[in-house]
């Protein structure tokens, strides 16, 4: 399937049913007062978030939709019946936007998040709601209500927790089909990744995290060069950026370690440039193909020197695998970190956070009362 990730469409909702001006007619009765119906509220548009689905394709081919309006009302105190609604299902992960202002209008960031795109409008009332003690035989009637007409643009940012980033060919795709179910094109040429690829790293049973390769970088990519910076909104999500540097030569002559570093330097300033969000990320840096050089430890060294580097720093081969497995366990403690800060957020802000008792003494507690404060 053919991946996309923006999209501009038009929503447009339905009109509310006009309400009815009619009176009883009927023999034998001769003022049987006013019996207009309302009409029934036209249809709206919604979107829902459903992680089943992973792009936008479905809608770069139906760009307008269109609810139904609602019923008129009628005679008999009948009242018209509202619309079906339109539901969209999309990413999560999707942010839409008001494609005429550029204003962001909806962040879906959860499963099953539902918001409204387009009201429809509400219906009519009949003569029947206008009757009174003095205007026994109404003439009123309102007409309904147009629904609401909006153009959208659709932007997909995927959810991941760990974002890889490099050069191409520096062996992003090679690292994530090693570390998790993901299976991205792999070849011994630039570019083969064309699009963001999610795969699931599980460390155990009950732990695992998402990983995301993008193409790769070049230099320029912030001004449109190359096919990374279309993809660049994809790391804004992450937590923890994996910044892979190709250490390795076919030349023997060649300084891998200044190419490397001249390399690495080049991508962290196109991110600057991109975005300072995603230039302050957490950021780690792995030094890969190390299988491919003859001293591994002195040339990791040297890059670390040379790069003036002070964050975590791995050596691996994404090819053979070695290395990697110390990488995804510590990523797996940051992310679990990551995401115990997180739930302690929102029970704070939900009220429900509860704070350890500061009299608690666990060198007090026994068997019989394994949570016994101290005396006051």
């Given at each position: 399937?053919?991946?996309?990730?923006?999209?501009?469409?038009?929503?447009?909702?339905?009109?509310?049913?006009?309400?009815?001006?009619?009176?009883?007619?009927?023999?034998?009765?001769?003022?049987?007062?006013?019996?207009?119906?309302?009409?029934?509220?036209?249809?709206?548009?919604f979107?829902?978030?459903?992680?089943?689905?992973?792009?936008?394709?479905?809608?770069?081919?139906?760009?307008?939709?269109?609810?139904?309006?609602?019923?008129?009302?009628?005679?008999s105190?009948?009242?018209?019946?509202a619309?079906?609604?339109?539901?969209?299902?999309?990413?999560?992960?999707?942010?839409?936007?008001?494609?005429?202002?550029?204003?962001?209008l909806?962040?879906?960031?959860?499963?099953?998040?539902?918001?409204?795109?387009?009201?429809?409008?509400?219906?009519?009332?009949?003569?029947?709601h206008f009757?009174?003690?003095?205007?026994?035989?109404?003439?009123?009637?309102?007409?309904?209500?147009?629904?609401?007409?909006?153009?959208?643009?659709?932007?997909?940012?995927?959810?991941?927790?760990?974002?890889?980033?490099?050069?191409?060919?520096?062996?992003?795709?090679?690292?994530?089909?090693?570390?998790?179910?993901?299976?991205?094109?792999?070849?011994?040429?630039?570019?083969?990744?064309?699009?963001?690829?999610?795969?699931?790293?599980?460390?155990?049973?009950?732990?695992?995290?998402?990983?995301?390769?993008?193409?790769?970088?070049?230099?320029?990519?912030?001004?449109?060069?190359?096919?990374?910076?279309?993809?660049?909104?994809?790391?804004?999500?992450?937590?923890?950026?994996?910044?892979?540097?190709?250490?390795?030569?076919?030349?023997?002559?060649?300084?891998?370690?200044?190419?490397?570093?001249?390399?690495?330097?080049?991508?962290?300033?196109?991110?600057?440039?991109?975005?300072?969000t995603?230039?302050?990320?957490?950021?780690?840096?792995?030094?890969?193909?190390?299988?491919?050089?003859?001293?591994?430890?002195?040339?990791?060294?040297?890059?670390?020197?040379?790069?003036?580097?002070?964050?975590?720093?791995?050596?691996?081969?994404a090819?053979?695998?070695?290395?990697?497995?110390?990488?995804?366990?510590?990523?797996?403690?940051?992310?679990?970190?990551?995401?115990?800060?997180?739930?302690?957020?929102?029970?704070?802000?939900?009220?429900?956070?509860?704070?350890?008792?500061?009299?608690?003494?666990?060198?007090?507690?026994?068997?019989?009362?394994?949570?016994?404060?101290?005396?006051?």
């Amino acid at each position: 399937m053919k991946f996309v990730d923006e999209a501009t469409i038009e929503v447009i909702a339905g009109k509310g049913g006009n309400g009815a001006h009619s009176f009883r007619r009927e023999k034998f009765i001769p003022k049987g007062g006013p019996d207009g119906g309302d009409g029934g509220r036209g249809g709206s548009v919604f979107a829902i978030a459903d992680r089943n689905i992973n792009t936008l394709i479905d809608f770069r081919y139906a760009r307008k939709h269109v609810a139904k309006h609602g019923e008129h009302g009628r005679g008999s105190d009948q009242y018209g019946a509202a619309a079906p609604d339109i539901t969209l299902r999309v990413p999560v992960g999707s942010i839409i936007y008001d494609a005429e202002t550029g204003e962001e209008l909806f962040d879906l960031s959860h499963h099953d998040q539902q918001v409204t795109l387009a009201a429809g409008g509400e219906g009519g009332l009949g003569n029947l709601h206008f009757k009174s003690s003095v205007n026994r035989a109404p003439k009123q009637w309102t007409p309904g209500k147009d629904g609401e007409q909006r153009r959208l643009r659709f932007e997909l940012k995927v959810l991941a927790d760990v974002g890889l980033l490099g050069m191409p060919n520096a062996g992003k795709s090679t690292l994530i089909s090693r570390i998790s179910n993901a299976r991205p094109k792999i070849a011994d040429y630039p570019f083969t990744t064309l699009h963001p690829n999610l795969g699931v790293v599980r460390t155990s049973e009950s732990r695992s995290f998402v990983v995301a390769d993008i193409p790769g970088l070049i230099k320029g990519a912030s001004e449109g060069a190359g096919l990374g910076h279309l993809f660049l909104r994809h790391l804004t999500r992450t937590r923890i950026l994996l910044h892979l540097v190709d250490v390795s030569s076919h030349d023997p002559e060649e300084d891998t370690v200044a190419r490397g570093v001249e390399e690495a330097r080049a991508i962290v300033e196109e991110l600057r440039l991109y975005d300072e969000t995603l230039y302050n990320k957490p950021r780690w840096l792995v030094l890969n193909k190390l299988d491919m050089v003859s001293n591994p430890e002195e040339v990791k060294k040297r890059f670390v020197k040379a790069y003036g580097w002070k964050g975590p720093v791995y050596a691996i081969s994404a090819l053979s695998g070695d290395g990697t497995q110390q990488l995804i366990w510590d990523l797996q403690d940051a992310i679990d970190a990551f995401r115990q800060e997180d739930n302690l957020a929102e029970d704070r802000a939900a009220g429900t956070y509860i704070a350890e008792d500061p009299r608690f003494d666990e060198t007090r507690a026994d068997a019989d009362a394994p949570n016994t404060p101290k005396d006051n």
